[in-house]
């Protein structure tokens, strides 16, 4: 229920934002969060978004991402600024709805390719 998109192959220095976008309903926005996985690597934390805690992000995309969300469009985003060969990954989305007033459900993207150049 969430398409992820935006990757693609950038110079350094460049820029990209990343889409995700929810159909349908998938309940009461709770928080939203960008990771990414590097071949060979583990996936990690990239940026976050609640709606109770405003921003949070990782030390090595501080002050070059900003992630966002519009609501009207049911979809949040990833601006990716100065982009650098280590930005390069698979970056997923995620979603964490309210589905009932006891439970939470956590929806994620499909994953979208990054790719700097030196």
Excluded: H
């Amino acid at each position: 229920q969430l398409q992820a998109s935006g990757g693609g192959v950038v110079q350094a220095g460049g820029s990209l934002r990343l889409s995700c976008a929810a159909s349908g309903s998938i309940g009461d926005f709770v928080a939203t969060a960008w990771y990414r996985q590097a071949p060979g690597n583990t996936r990690e934390f990239v940026a976050a978004f609640t709606r109770a805690g405003g921003n949070n992000y990782a030390d090595s995309v501080k002050g070059r991402f900003t992630i966002s969300r519009d609501n009207a469009k049911n979809t949040v985003y990833l601006q990716m600024n100065r982009l650098g060969p280590e930005d390069t990954a698979v970056y997923y989305c995620s979603i964490v709805a309210r589905t009932t007033s006891r439970e939470s459900r956590t929806y994620w993207g499909q994953g979208t390719q990054v790719t700097v150049s030196s």
